[in-house]
């Protein structure tokens, strides 16, 4: 077997782990041993963010659904209740879009709702 000299991939690669800690304060930047653990744990926050991003952005809409529909004498929970059997298939984003920039598209929605609730 040849004699493998490690050099040039361990440098590769501690030049790409300092390159994801740009931005780092002091040995977190500049010492490898330090960069990776900082960079490893950005990686796990970074990854964690994205499935916290999902859960509060269906809490935002949640909440401008609720208050808008309290505006039109629903509850939250009534108003979904009456646009399931309305048959009415808008998802919470597009009803959070509704309330912020079409109040009148909302009210409408929600007079259908009630009507199924009535019936």
Sequence with gaps: MARVKR?????????KVIAQAKGYYNARRKVFRVA?????????YAYIGRKR????????????????A???GL???RLMNGLKKANITLDRKALADLAIH?????????????????A
């Design 102 to 118: 079409d109040a009148a598209a909302f009210t409408a929605v929600s007079e259908q709702a009630k009507r199924a609730l009535a």
């Design 36 to 44: 990776k653990q900082a960079v490893t744990k950005a990686l796990q």
């Design 70 to 72: 309290r505006i039109n």
């Design 75 to 77: 509850s939250y929970s």
């Design 7 to 15: 050099g040039v991939t361990a440098r590769r690669r501690h030049k």
């Design 53 to 68: 991003k999902k859960r509060d952005f269906r809490s935002l809409w949640i909440v401008r659904i609720n208050a808008a």
